[in-house]
T-cell receptor, first 112, second 113 residues
């Protein structure tokens, strides 16, 4: 199994641009999580899906952030418009039975 | 979500055992205790989890206090590769919280050769 796949690995963009981060969970997993990590705030849970349905998006910082999961094998996290304070590493994770979370390698986002 | 308290950092010598403590005095009866670690420039990875009894796997052991208000992750023989941030997390295993984990600041483990 290839594990959780995130793309791109690195993204550099300018303030005001739209950014889309992508995640392919492990096949058969039914829960997907988006986390953000910064030095100041550590690992923050942004949103999670169960069976493609958003269950808790209380961690999404503001309306500029949106996440979708159109099917069991794909999810996106979109930031529009992006701001320098959005610079962080964004992780996607998935789980099948809630016992173990499997994380992707992350997307390093830099907003200039 | 119940909170955990961990030391900010710890040091260990290579090939010696390491005991990483975690306090969770407000744990509820349905909370599982999870440990994850994050190596530099990588996503977190699962280490071990338990509910009431001590647990062992190929990576580590988890010792849970009888009152469940604290636990200890034990690395039996630290290697340089074990240098990472270790997170102790409580997870409610209700149907609406499947796998939801809230990470704290963790303990940064330094392993000296």
């Amino acid at each position: 199994d290839a594990g959780v796949i995130q793309s791109p690995r690195h993204e550099v963009t300018e303030m005001g641009q739209e950014v889309t981060l992508r995640c392919k969970p492990i096949s058969g997993h039914n829960s997907l999580f988006w986390y953000r990590q910064t030095m100041m705030r550590g690992l923050e849970l942004l949103i999670y899906f169960n069976n493609n349905v958003p269950i808790d998006d209380s961690g999404m910082p503001e309306d500029r952030f949106s996440a979708k999961m159109p099917n069991a094998s794909f999810s996106t996290l979109k930031i529009q418009p992006s701001e320098p304070r959005d610079s962080a590493v964004y992780f996607c994770a998935s789980t099948g039975w809630g016992e173990k979370l499997f994380f992707g390698s992350g997307t390093q986002l830099s907003v200039l | 979500d119940a909170k955990t308290t961990q030391p900010n950092s710890m040091e260990s010598n290579e090939e010696e055992p390491v005991h990483l403590p975690c306090n969770h005095s407000t744990i509820s009866g349905t909370d599982y205790i999870h440990w994850y670690r994050q190596l530099p420039s990588q996503g977190p990875e699962y280490v071990i989890h338990g509910l009431t009894s001590n647990v062992n796997n190929r990576m580590a052991s988890l010792a849970i206090a009888e009152d469940r208000k604290s636990s200890t992750l034990i690395l039996h023989r630290a290697t340089l590769r074990d240098a990472a941030v270790y997170y102790c997390i409580l997870s409610f295993r209700g149907s609406s919280n499947t796998g939801k984990l809230i990470f704290g600041q963790g303990t940064t483990l330094q392993v000296k050769p």
